[in-house]
């Protein structure tokens, strides 16, 4: 069910190119909000979707900030021994075309977590998802809505 609790009994976060980034480059002072999300995949507690443009834009980042290659990719491959990628329909592009907001590459996002059914966008950058369907939350208001005694 697209914007809420699906059928399933944990929840299905997509994990935003920030809050991955944020995790594997130990980026402070958000690693510690990213971690708790982890540690909630790990322990299988939350299912974790990302993207293929997601990815690539962690690895931009990477570049951005200087991080060794080697690195970076040993940590991306460690993730996805638990985070799932979801294919990006081409209708869930061409959809995210033909809706006004302000950032395509996040409306693509939007419309790809409204395709699988996922019940979370987790972000640090909520403005852009603000008249998303699917619920965007930061790592931490996820955490404290949904597990506050576990992290």
Request: glycine share 4%; aromatic share 10%.
């Amino acid at each position: 069910m697209a914007g809420g609790k699906s059928e399933y009994l944990i929840p299905r976060i997509l994990l935003d190119s920030d809050v991955i980034f944020d995790f594997v480059s130990a980026r402070l002072p958000f690693y510690h909000d990213s971690l708790k999300i982890f540690t909630l995949a790990e322990n299988k507690l939350v299912e974790v979707y990302t993207l293929p443009h997601l990815l690539i834009n962690v690895w931009q980042i990477r570049g951005q900030m200087k991080i060794k290659s080697k690195a970076m990719i040993k940590s991306i491959g460690r993730l996805l021994t638990f985070m799932v990628i979801l294919d990006e329909p081409a209708t869930a592009v061409v959809k995210a075309a033909n809706i006004a907001r302000p950032d395509f590459e996040d409306s693509v996002t939007i419309e790809c977590a409204v395709s699988g059914g996922l019940d979370y966008i987790i972000t640090r950058n909520l403005k852009h998802f603000k008249e998303s369907p699917i619920i965007a939350l930061t790592p931490t208001e996820f955490v404290n809505k949904n597990f506050p005694n576990v992290v």
